[in-house]
Nanobody, 127 residues
Framework: QVHLVQSGGGSVQAGGSLRLSCAASGYTGSYSNYCLGWFRQAPGKEREGVATIDGDGSSMYSNSVKGRFTISRDNAKNVLYLQMSSLKPEDTAMYYC???????????????????WGQGTQVTVSS
C-alpha cells in the first residue's frame, strides 16, 4: 500500500476555484505505474468517483465534473492534483485521493479498485 497525504481544499463561493494535492510515499516500484483517482463523499451519500488518471496521463471524469475539474499528476514529484473550477454548492463533500499499483481498468471509478486512500479533505462551496 501507498501512504497518501492530502492538502488543499477549504471553503469557497460558487463559481470559485480550489486545488487539491495528494503526495505519495512508500510505494512499490514506479509511481508512474499507479492508477490514481479522486473520490468524494457528501453527507448521507455514497462515495463516488470524480476523476481518474493513468500513468501515461490519460484521464477520465464523471459527468458531474467534466469540463470543470482537471486531474493531473507529477510523476517526478509523486504528487496527484485536482484543479476544481466553476465550483457549485453540490460539489460540497469530503474529497479523497486513491491509488492502486496497476494500470487503470474499466472499474477505475469503483472504490474497490483502490487499496490506498488519503485522509480526506473538506471542500465546501457556498451559494
Amino acid at each position: 500500500q501507498v501512504h497518501l497525504v492530502q492538502s488543499g481544499g477549504g471553503s469557497v463561493q460558487a463559481g470559485g476555484s480550489l486545488r487539491l494535492s495528494c503526495a505519495a510515499s512508500g510505494y512499490t516500484g514506479s509511481y508512474s505505474n499507479y492508477c490514481l483517482g479522486w473520490f468524494r463523499q457528501a453527507p448521507g451519500k455514497e462515495r463516488e468517483g470524480v476523476a481518474t488518471i493513468d500513468g501515461d496521463g490519460s484521464s477520465m471524469y464523471s459527468n458531474s465534473v467534466k469540463g470543470r475539474f482537471t486531474i493531473s499528476r507529477d510523476n517526478a514529484k509523486n504528487v496527484l492534483y485536482l484543479q476544481m473550477s466553476s465550483l457549485k454548492p453540490e460539489d460540497t463533500a469530503m474529497y479523497y485521493c486513491a491509488a492502486v499499483g496497476a494500470l487503470c481498468t474499466w472499474g477505475r471509478f469503483r472504490q474497490q479498485e483502490y487499496n490506498s486512500w488519503g485522509q480526506g479533505t473538506q471542500v465546501t462551496v457556498s451559494s
